[in-house]
């Protein structure tokens, strides 16, 4: 969470913002079916630490333009 400030009638005033997510998280499903492979393979992939991934409590998540980035640096052969 954010402080800002913004002038209000030559006053400042404090302003509390959150911060907010710029893209829905997938689900390792989600992930399998942008990528056409397993979910199996996801996990896999993740526990091995070849594919970019968030933990949210318990659970995995992905961001569509990491995965997007991972799939252009394998294009690239890296």
Known sequence: MAIT???LNGQLQLE???PSLQEPLLTAA???QLLAVRVSW???A???GRLPHIHV???I???RS?????????????
Do not use: C, M, N, S
């Open 5 to 7: 400030t913004r002038p």
């Open 46 to 48: 993740t526990r091995d």
């Open 57 to 59: 409590g318990r659970h």
């Open 66 to 78: 990491d995965l997007e980035a991972w799939v252009a640096k394998q294009r690239a052969g890296e």
């Open 30 to 32: 989600d992930a399998a």
């Open 16 to 18: 509390l913002t959150r």
């Open 42 to 44: 996801i996990y896999e």
């Open 61 to 63: 998540r992905f961001l």
